[in-house]
């Protein structure tokens, strides 16, 4: 069964456009993420929501907009879509580490949606 | 700043060869350190999770240390196989404000 997954694996579209990348977990886990990894492979937090709340927002362009239905899904909005948002997008989930447990918990990732802007 | 820097940037090794990956970090406060290995067109997958109190850990093949003094760690990969090649990623995480700083790997190419 699969842990994390994302929907599209490929999407491929025109400068302008809006669209939506779907995320969802089985794992139970409280806490999700989106990451965006550019042609230089650098792997860059975007968003963390936890039991829905959004708790990490990066420097991130308001075209981009996070949507948390429930604790298993994490969808990412994109309006006006430029070409700079062309990249790899991760979406991953964890249990929430807490400020005072000392036991870290793993972050499972999802497969990843390749974005194309042409 | 907290930044972490790994090296190096690539590295090429036979099959059966060992190899050891380096990740130099200035993150503060410490909680964690991560490695993660990210297959070519996968999403990572974490090998190791080291706290402050661990000098070392294994995971198979792959064995990872820590040095908290220094703010280094390494990873060894004993015995190599070709499905090792892919970039392997360190991670550590700040223990004030839960943040993950990402380093930006290191390729490795196991050749037969």
């Known amino acids: 069964d699969t842990a994390v997954s994302q929907t599209p694996k490929y999407l491929v579209t025109q400068m302008g456009n809006d669209k939506s990348i779907k995320c969802e977990q089985n794992l139970g886990h409280d806490t999700m993420y989106w990451y965006k990894q550019d042609s230089k492979k650098f792997l860059k937090i975007m968003f963390s929501?936890?039991?829905?709340?959004?708790?990490i927002n990066e420097t991130v362009p308001n075209r981009f907009s996070p949507k948390s239905p429930d604790k298993a899904h994490l969808n990412l909005h994109i309006n006006s879509l430029e070409l700079g948002d062309s990249a790899v997008y991760f979406c991953?989930?964890?249990?929430?580490?807490?400020?005072?447990?000392?036991?870290?918990?793993?972050?499972?990732f999802g497969p990843g949606t390749r974005l194309t802007v042409t | 700043k907290n930044q972490v820097e790994q090296s190096p940037q690539s590295l090429i090794i036979l099959e059966g060869k060992n190899c050891t990956l380096q990740?130099?970090?200035?993150?503060?406060?410490?909680?964690?350190l991560r490695w993660y290995k990210q297959d070519t067109g996968r999403g990572p997958v974490s090998l190791t999770i080291m706290t402050f109190s661990e000098n070392t850990k294994s995971n198979g093949r792959y064995t990872a240390t820590l040095d908290a003094d220094t703010k280094q760690s390494s990873l060894h990969i004993t015995a190599s196989q070709l499905s090792d090649s892919a970039s392997y990623i360190c991670v550590v995480r700040t223990g004030n404000n839960r943040k993950l700083i990402w380093g930006l790997g290191t390729s490795l190419a196991v050749n037969p």
């Open positions: 990740c130099n970090y200035t993150v503060s406060p410490f909680s964690n």
């Open positions: 991953a989930s964890s249990q929430d580490e807490g400020s005072g447990r000392a036991l870290p918990y793993e972050q499972y």
């Open positions: 929501y936890n039991n829905k709340e959004l708790i």
